[in-house]
Every structure is written in C-alpha cells, then in structure tokens.
C-alpha cells in the first residue's frame, strides 16, 4: 500500500519513522511540509527526508506544494498531518477534500476539519467509495474509535465520559499534588513542553469540546457543533477548590460527556471520587463509555506523543489496508 504524509511536525515525523522501521507492507511516495515536497512513486528515502528536514527545516523540492503532492503522487491513503484550525479547518480541511474527490482514502489526527465538517466529508467519502478514519484525533493512542466501532459493535452507546486533554488534567494534578495556584501549574506545564505559548484552546476547554464534537458525531451522528457544547474552562478553579474536593476524598478532573438522552453536552470541571477509573494523572488521557450490554469500560493511554499518535494514524492505516485496498 502506498501512503502520502501531509505536515511533517511530530505527527508527520512519527508515522514516517514507525512506517519506515515496521514490516507493514506501506511505502511513504510522497511527503509535504509547509514549504515544500517531495515525491517518488517507487517510494521515498524517508532517511534522507527526515535528516535534511532536521537540517535544513525543510523536507523536500521546494517547487513542489502540498496540493502537487496529493494532486500528483501516486498513493492509496493520504495521511493530513497539519496543524488544526478550528475556525476554518484549514488548510486541512481543502486538503482532505481534494485527497477524496480523487478517490483516496484519507486517515487525519486533524480535529479541525472533522469537527467543522464531519458529515459533508464523510458524505464525499462515501460517495466516492472510499475511507476516512481519525483515530488520532481524540486520545491520541487511546483506540477509541475502533473500540467502539468494533469491540463495542451491537451495543447502544448510552454515554460517554472523557478526560481528553493532557495538559488541563496535568495542571490539575499539580495543583492538588502540591498545592500549586493555577498560575504556578500552568507555568510549569509550559516548561515541561505540555502547554502551548497560547494555552487558551487547553485551559478554555475549548479542545475537549471539539473531541467531544467528534466522538458525538460519530457515535450519535447528530450535527452537533463547538457551539452546542456547554463549555467551562479550569483558568478560574482555585487551590482552595481543590483542597476542598480532597477533604472529601474526592478531586477534580475536566470531564468531557455526552448524554443524549439527557441532551447533555458538556465539558467542565467536576468533583469527582478519587478511586474513579476517570481519574488519571499527569498527561493521560481516559475515556468511559457506557453502555446497554458490556455496560461501562474506560480506557486509559497517553493522549498525545509522536510516535503514541503515530499509533493510532498506522492502526487506522492497517485496517483501510485490510478491508479496502488489498481486495482492490
Ligand atoms: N502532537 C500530538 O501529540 C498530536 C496528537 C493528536 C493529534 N495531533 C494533531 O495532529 C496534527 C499535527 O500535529 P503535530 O504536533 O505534528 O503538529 P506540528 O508539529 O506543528 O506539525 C505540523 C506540520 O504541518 C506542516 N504544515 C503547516 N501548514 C501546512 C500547509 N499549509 N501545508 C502542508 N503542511 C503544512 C508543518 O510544516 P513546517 O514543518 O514547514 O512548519 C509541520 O510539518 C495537528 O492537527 C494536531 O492537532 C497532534
């Protein structure tokens, strides 16, 4: 099977040294990151790819765009690797579309595009026969959807509760472990590299709301937008909020739900009982999904990483590989 990789950040790196060291059977024909790329239909030297991109900070022919790369490569499955955009998806979301209206399958860990155009995309999908699978754009490694689709196949998904960002959970958990002020956590957060310059789209809960967007769209198919979500971020939660919650034996997570029969769509901070499956520390991520026969399970993973994304993006790669192009 041949694969193109759009963005070569973390993700994109990642997947191209996992593809390029595992025997899976997929060869990498063409590469772009912002300022250029590269294409060979034989498969390219992903060795030479990565040194002159650490090297130079760039990967490839710089006449050669992304869109060259996916109008002209030669692959079965785009992987769109670039960075999200929630307001407009892009430049993703065009990417996506130009990959299926040329009959490619498409695997994304891109939230921006799923969350703003779920339905139309897969419509495209499926109208031009072919798949679109985002593992990787809720939980990082954590298979979320492929348990759904498949552990979980004939069961009614009746909710889903979801710790789904690492540095929210991460800065909770300093802030109850030493009594840190939110100020103190985030600060550290940002030195240890889990928080952006800008944590806005973290702490505002903004990026839990577009995963829960996800997962509610696939599992409910219901439409539903960032803006039906009843968002609140941890930016005002106070150490005394905290200590209180632990008298209790209890802290405080910001828990992503989904409840449609309650129409509830919601992410806030929420107290909740120490020994709760829900309550991961650090970076993690955990997701509990109930349901009408196997009732509640909660997986536990890291929510983000190179190569625990890069996971994700080759199981969904592996599976488009079994069921669509080794039959074609
Ligand atoms: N990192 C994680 O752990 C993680 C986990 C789950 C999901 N995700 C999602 O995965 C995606 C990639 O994340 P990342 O951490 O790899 O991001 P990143 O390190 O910022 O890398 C983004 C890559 O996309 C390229 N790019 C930017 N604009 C482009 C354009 N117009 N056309 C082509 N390429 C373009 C960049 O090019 P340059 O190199 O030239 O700047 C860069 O190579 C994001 O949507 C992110 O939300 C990330």
Request: charged share 25%; glycine share 10%; proline share 3%.
């Amino acid at each position: 099977m041949k694969i193109a990789i759009l963005g070569l950040g973390a993700v994109g790196k990642g997947v191209t040294e996992m593809v390029a060291s595992k025997d899976l059977g997929i060869s990498i024909t063409g590469i772009a990151d912002s300022k250029s790329g590269c294409i060979d239909s034989s498969g390219l030297n992903t060795k030479s790819i990565l040194v002159k991109k650490q090297k130079k900070g760039f990967c490839g022919d710089k006449a050669l765009s992304a869109e060259d790369v996916i109008k002209k490569a030669d692959y079965d499955v785009l992987v769109e690797v670039t960075p999200t955009n929630a307001t407009t998806g892009e430049p993703g979301l065009s990417y996506i579309r130009q990959a299926l209206k040329r009959k490619k399958h498409v695997v994304t860990s891109n939230k921006g595009p799923l969350a703003l155009a779920y339905k139309e995309l897969q419509t495209l999908a499926k109208k031009n026969g072919v798949a679109l699978r985002f593992e990787a754009t809720v939980g990082g490694a954590i298979p979320i959807f492929h348990t759904l689709e498949h552990g979980l196949a004939g069961n009614e998904i009746l909710a889903i509760f979801g710790v789904l960002n690492g540095t929210c959970n991460y800065i909770l958990t300093r802030m109850a472990d030493e009594g840190l002020t939110y100020e103190q956590a985030l600060l550290e957060a940002r030195e240890m590299g889990y928080a952006e310059a800008d944590p806005t789209y973290d702490v505002q809960g903004i990026d839990a709301a577009i995963k829960l967007v996800i997962l509610a769209n696939t599992i409910w198919g219901d439409g539903v937008k960032l803006d039906d979500v009843n968002r609140t971020g941890i930016d005002l939660l106070t150490p005394d909020a905290l200590k209180l919650a632990e008298e209790e034996d209890c802290t405080i997570r910001l828990i992503a739900e989904a409840i449609p029969k309650k129409k509830l769509l919601r992410v806030a901070p929420r107290i909740i009982e120490k020994s709760h499956p829900l309550v991961v520390e650090g970076t993690l991520n955990a997701i509990t999904i109930e349901t009408d026969m196997a009732k509640e399970i909660t997986l536990i993973g890291k929510g983000a990483g190179s190569i625990e994304t890069a996971s994700a993006i080759i199981g969904d790669l592996l599976y488009i590989r079994d069921r669509y192009v080794e039959r074609a």
